[in-house]
């Protein structure tokens, strides 16, 4: 497209995101070609200040890419000494004994880190190797060639107003033109959105599926930390045709990382995930854990869950997606971050290579099966039924046929059930609410409100700024979705108090408060009317996680 009014800066590799995937490609790339301009532009004002993640890390992805890391100083936490399942009644704590658990759910050497501490040292040895970082700077748009190629981005505009106007800080966003371009921008990214519509690269694969990833980090008492210890739970607070999940992580420091992450493919318009996880907290084995704790920092993200089933083509014409914008998370483990940095390092020697050859801004049609042979797929092959099983039958039936599968393909390398699919996106299973759900007053100890859970994510939103989370028709909401359903869901799926339906001169109306967004994307994805689109607000703003 032309630009006229926008400076054009040109690169030879430009990498939205600076999450694992995409500091791995730029790292990689440099490794391979120290000559190539190598360009990074992340929305958050620090590097790793939006990321977040479980985080019991599988280290192989490191390995890979950076063979000395632990010579090196990465700040990683603990190795894993101890990984137990349960599953959870209203009361009850079952640990599953470890024989039983299959062999794909154990992670041998994992260790416990802080995925924003991580990222920002993998930036500090990316700058060493001499790649450009550009934080507070949002990938909005692409920069396409005459016969449709990608071959860069557009950054947004910084200083205007609500309405659009310039105000007095007013500075353009400009282009940055590459042979390639790659994006990371984690799960549901703006630009992939755009880019798997354009290029149809999800036509041939299952719908994404999603999770929502809720995460707290605490200071718990000294006698309750053990170190290197993780736990999983199934079951409660959910309700059998919910799926999801609990974790707890002792990291270092008396650190615990605290969450849980509702699959959005649930039904009930009313039920929160938030308030699924204050539950969840108040859970005896939970609450005694916390006793005498203090919480440290909230957050929330969407992410993948589809599988195999639903990873897209990678490559388009100029570039391809990596790391969770494509989806390669093992939701069964909740593992991904060595997925993506594997993406991305493999990513990068093909772009190199690429531009060695002399070739720029056309597909490169080994990309996909060299970053699938990585061993991504064969990691997702084993586990690809786990969610088809969970989602079909429930939790209990179902996990216990996908224990089942995950042992028949251990001991003989074969599923019972071949290959199963989920075709229903997961927008498309809310149904309307019967009783809604009522949940209990927060005691401010364990279990909190939303407002003081998003004052501890550290945000920055300038009020002043374009509405980063548009409608396509404001009526929607109050007119069709509430109707048809019940209730507005959005209140209920948004983590961080966005929309509510509230009362004016005698009449409901729907508000956004954009301030509060800690950009996790559920709106994004769950909004039955598919009327909500999120695209990235003014760089720097949203949450500045620490720790996390």
């Given at each position: 497209?032309?630009?006229?009014t926008?400076?054009?800066?040109d690169?030879?590799?430009?990498?939205?995101?600076?999450?694992?995937?995409?500091?791995?490609?730029?790292?990689?790339?440099?490794?391979?070609?120290?000559?190539?301009?190598?360009?990074?532009?992340?929305?958050?004002?620090?590097?790793?200040?939006?990321?977040i993640?479980?985080?019991?890390?599988?280290?192989?992805?490191?390995?890979?890419?950076?063979?000395?890391?632990?010579?090196?100083?990465?700040?990683?936490?603990?190795?894993?000494?101890?990984?137990t399942?349960h599953?959870?009644?209203?009361?009850?704590?079952?640990?599953?004994?470890?024989?039983?658990?299959?062999?794909?759910?154990?992670?041998?050497?994992?260790?416990?880190?802080?995925?924003?501490?991580?990222?920002?040292?993998?930036?500090?040895?990316?700058?060493?190797?001499?790649?450009?970082?550009?934080p507070?700077?949002?990938?909005?748009?692409l920069?396409?060639?005459?016969?449709?190629?990608?071959?860069g981005?557009?950054?947004?505009?910084?200083?205007?107003d609500?309405?659009?106007?310039?105000?007095?800080?007013?500075?353009?966003?400009?282009?940055?033109?590459a042979?390639?371009?790659?994006?990371?921008?984690?799960?549901r990214?703006?630009?992939?959105?755009?880019?798997?519509?354009?290029?149809?690269?999800?036509?041939?694969?299952?719908?994404?599926?999603?999770?929502?990833?809720?995460?707290?980090?605490?200071?718990?008492a000294?006698?309750?930390?053990?170190?290197?210890?993780?736990?999983?739970?199934l079951?409660?607070?959910?309700?059998?045709?919910?799926q999801?999940?609990?974790?707890?992580?002792?990291?270092?420091?008396?650190?615990?990382?605290?969450?849980?992450?509702?699959?959005?493919s649930?039904?009930?318009?009313?039920?929160?995930?938030?308030?699924?996880?204050?539950?969840?907290k108040?859970?005896?084995?939970?609450?005694?854990?916390?006793?005498?704790?203090?919480?440290?920092?909230?957050?929330?993200r969407?992410?993948?869950?589809?599988?195999l089933?639903?990873?897209?083509?990678?490559?388009?014409?100029?570039?391809?997606?990596?790391?969770?914008?494509?989806?390669?998370?093992?939701?069964?483990?909740?593992?991904?971050?060595?997925?993506?940095?594997?993406?991305?390092?493999?990513a990068g020697?093909?772009?190199?290579?690429?531009?060695?050859?002399?070739?720029?801004?056309?597909?490169?049609?080994?990309l996909?099966?060299s970053?699938?042979?990585?061993?991504?797929?064969?990691?997702?092959?084993?586990?690809?039924?786990?969610?088809?099983?969970w989602?079909?039958?429930?939790?209990?039936?179902?996990?216990?046929?996908?224990?089942?599968?995950?042992?028949?393909?251990h001991?003989l390398?074969?599923?019972?059930?071949g290959?199963?699919?989920?075709r229903?996106?997961?927008?498309?299973?809310l149904?309307?609410?019967?009783?809604?759900r009522?949940?209990?007053?927060?005691?401010?100890?364990?279990?909190?409100?939303?407002?003081?859970?998003?004052?501890?994510?550290?945000?920055?939103?300038?009020?002043d700024?374009?509405?980063h989370?548009?409608?396509?028709?404001?009526?929607?909401?109050?007119?069709?979705?509430?109707?048809?359903?019940g209730?507005?869901?959005?209140?209920?799926y948004?983590?961080?108090?966005?929309?509510?339906?509230?009362e004016?001169?005698?009449?409901?109306?729907?508000?956004?408060?954009?301030?509060?967004?800690?950009?996790?994307?559920?709106?994004?994805i769950?909004?039955?009317?598919g009327?909500?689109?999120?695209?990235?607000?003014?760089?720097?703003?949203?949450?500045?996680?620490?720790?996390?």
């Amino acid at each position: 497209m032309s630009l006229p009014t926008r400076d054009i800066i040109d690169t030879d590799v430009v990498i939205v995101g600076a999450g694992p995937a995409g500091l791995a490609a730029a790292i990689r790339l440099k490794q391979v070609a120290p000559a190539l301009q190598v360009t990074v532009v992340e929305k958050s004002a620090e590097i790793g200040g939006h990321i977040i993640s479980g985080a019991a890390m599988n280290p192989v992805g490191l390995d890979e890419l950076l063979p000395d890391w632990r010579t090196q100083g990465a700040p990683v936490g603990p190795v894993v000494t101890k990984d137990t399942y349960h599953y959870l009644t209203a009361t009850g704590d079952f640990a599953l004994p470890s024989a039983l658990v299959p062999p794909q759910m154990h992670v041998p050497g994992q260790v416990i880190t802080s995925l924003g501490d991580l990222v920002k040292w993998l930036g500090e040895v990316a700058q060493g190797l001499g790649v450009e970082i550009y934080p507070m700077t949002a990938a909005v748009d692409l920069l396409l060639t005459p016969e449709g190629a990608v071959e860069g981005i557009v950054t947004g505009d910084l200083g205007r107003d609500r309405d659009g106007g310039e105000k007095g800080t007013f500075a353009p966003g400009i282009g940055l033109r590459a042979k390639y371009t790659l994006i990371g921008e984690g799960a549901r990214g703006s630009l992939a959105k755009v880019l798997t519509e354009r290029f149809g690269l999800g036509n041939d694969v299952d719908p994404q599926h999603f999770g929502l990833g809720i995460k707290e980090v605490w200071e718990i008492a000294a006698d309750r930390h053990e170190p290197g210890r993780i736990d999983h739970y199934l079951g409660y607070p959910f309700d059998n045709r919910t799926q999801g999940g609990g974790f707890a992580y002792h990291a270092g420091n008396r650190r615990l990382y605290l969450g849980l992450v509702t699959h959005l493919s649930y039904a009930d318009p009313t039920l929160s995930p938030f308030g699924e996880f204050q539950r969840f907290k108040a859970h005896p084995s939970l609450a005694r854990l916390l006793e005498g704790a203090t919480r440290l920092s909230y957050g929330a993200r969407a992410l993948t869950a589809g599988g195999l089933q639903s990873i897209p083509a990678l490559a388009f014409p100029g570039g391809a997606l990596i790391g969770c914008a494509a989806g390669f998370m093992n939701a069964a483990a909740l593992k991904a971050i060595h997925s993506a940095l594997r993406s991305g390092r493999v990513a990068g020697e093909e772009v190199a290579r690429a531009i060695a050859a002399g070739r720029a801004n056309d597909r490169i049609e080994t990309l996909d099966e060299s970053v699938r042979s990585s061993g991504i797929e064969t990691e997702l092959h084993a586990v690809r039924n786990v969610k088809p099983l969970w989602h079909r039958f429930g939790t209990l039936l179902g996990a216990a046929l996908g224990g089942a599968d995950l042992w028949a393909q251990h001991l003989l390398k074969v599923s019972p059930f071949g290959t199963l699919h989920i075709r229903q996106a997961d927008a498309a299973t809310l149904r309307p609410v019967g009783m809604p759900r009522i949940y209990p007053k927060p005691d401010g100890r364990l279990t909190f409100d939303k407002a003081s859970s998003v004052y501890i994510a550290n945000l920055s939103h300038d009020e002043d700024q374009p509405l980063h989370l548009r409608l396509s028709d404001p009526t929607v909401p109050l007119s069709a979705t509430a109707p048809r359903y019940g209730a507005e869901p959005s209140p209920a799926y948004c983590p961080a108090g966005v929309y509510e339906v509230a009362e004016e001169a005698g009449k409901p109306v729907f508000r956004i408060n954009a301030a509060n967004c800690v950009h996790c994307k559920t709106c994004d994805i769950k909004d039955p009317a598919g009327n909500i689109t999120w695209v990235p607000p003014e760089g720097g703003s949203g949450p500045n996680y620490t720790g996390m």
